[in-house]
């Protein structure tokens, strides 16, 4: 990859990517996690490859992140022989997916569990369960945009199994200095793909990417970075 500066193309490394990529949206993971990165690397570096990407904070980032990733490993995966480019996900269509997916089982688990956190005054986003009489209206609150229904720990399993997808989390809590695993509870799958979020302040969610000397990366198949699986002791 190069960028260009005042007419001259530069090549882009692991020293310069994050300046050069900071035109995308690609900024440095924040600095908590480079020092805790650091230390299970395998070998020393003036500056971390890992570097986060906000997708928007419109209520649907955890559905972006999820769409950004998938897009990225469609492209890369694209033969260059075809002149179409591969069909675009958004949003939207992970919400339909997740929206179809749900069964009667799921969906009385489900508003149950958000009942609960209701009663506990424990529940953040704009819709009321109580409203909510059916699979059929669970399943169009899901559908909606934005501040409606976010994606939460108790969809993240049903996200999972739909797309085959580890999804792993990382808190970053400046006011709370948590730079912690999120515990999802749910086993890693060898057989599925990977992808890495970081959790900002308990409501905002971000992508994880990681510039392996060549491009930016945030789907991985087989080529999870050696740092990552050693946090999760995968390695």
Not at 90 to 106: F, G, H, K, T, V
Not at 155 to 167: A, S, T, Y
Not at 185 to 193: A, G, K, M, V
Not at 206 to 226: A, Q, V
């Amino acid at each position: 990859m190069y960028h260009t500066i005042k007419s001259k193309e530069k090549q882009i490394t692991s020293t310069n990517w994050h300046t050069a990529l900071s035109e995308y949206g690609w900024s440095k993971i924040p600095l908590p996690w480079i020092k805790r990165l650091n230390v299970l690397s395998l070998t020393k570096t003036k500056n971390s490859c890992f570097g986060i990407l906000d997708c928007e904070s419109d209520g649907n980032c955890f559905f972006h992140c999820i769409s950004n990733a998938i897009n990225e490993n469609n492209i890369l995966n694209n033969d260059s022989e075809q002149p179409e480019q591969p069909e675009q996900t958004d949003y939207n269509d992970i919400r339909n997916q997740l929206a179809e997916s749900i069964s009667e089982e799921s969906y009385k688990t489900m508003i149950n569990y958000y009942r609960i956190m209701k009663d506990a005054d424990d529940f953040d986003e704009e819709w009321d369960p109580y409203d909510i009489q059916c699979l059929e209206d669970f399943k169009n609150q899901l559908r909606k945009s934005g501040h409606n229904y976010w994606g939460d720990y108790i969809l993240l399993n049903n996200v999972i199994q739909i797309l085959n997808l580890n999804i792993f989390i990382l808190n970053y809590n400046e006011t709370e200095k948590d730079y912690t695993i999120y515990n999802t509870l749910i086993d890693f799958n060898s057989d599925y793909d990977s992808i890495f979020l970081l959790y900002e302040e308990e409501c905002h969610f971000k992508l994880i990417g990681y510039f392996n000397g060549d491009r930016i990366i945030s789907y991985f198949t087989d080529n999870i970075p050696i740092e990552l699986l050693r946090l999760y002791k995968l390695r």
